[in-house]
């Protein structure tokens, strides 16, 4: 099991705080990033943290949370070599893997029933990336 980050926004700190449990009771090592409170902040800073987190090696996955989980993703993916993806399914977080070798999965806490979300992250952390035909499409989104 690696490390992984976790962080959200002051409106995903609940959500944060289930799926870090979640992580620690599947075994994972989990690095959160914060905020630890519904204290306003600002998602982009929380994504910048994560994708530092992963691109210097200090964890190999990372989980963002916000409202929607859109504006933290778009944050998070500005950043080379991050693949974040924006999941509300289980079918999402398998294809994220499979087919776009996503690193980071986000969610919406307003959006997402939080029992789901832990299916969802557990299905984006077994699935392997398929690599082949893929593998030359995810190359061309590296900046």
Known sequence: MGIIAIASNHAGVDLKAQLKDHLT???HEVLDLGPESTASVDYPDYADAMAATIRGGR???GVLIC???IGISIAANRHAGI???LVTS???AALARQHNDANAIAFGQRLTDPLKAEYYL???LQTPFEGGRHQRRVE???C
């Open 90 to 92: 289980p079918e999402h």
């Open 25 to 27: 009771g599947l075994g």
């Open 59 to 61: 964890a190999g996955r």
């Open 140 to 142: 061309k989104i590296e």
């Open 83 to 85: 693949r974040c993806a």
């Open 67 to 69: 409202g929607s989980g």
């Open 122 to 124: 557990s299905v984006f």
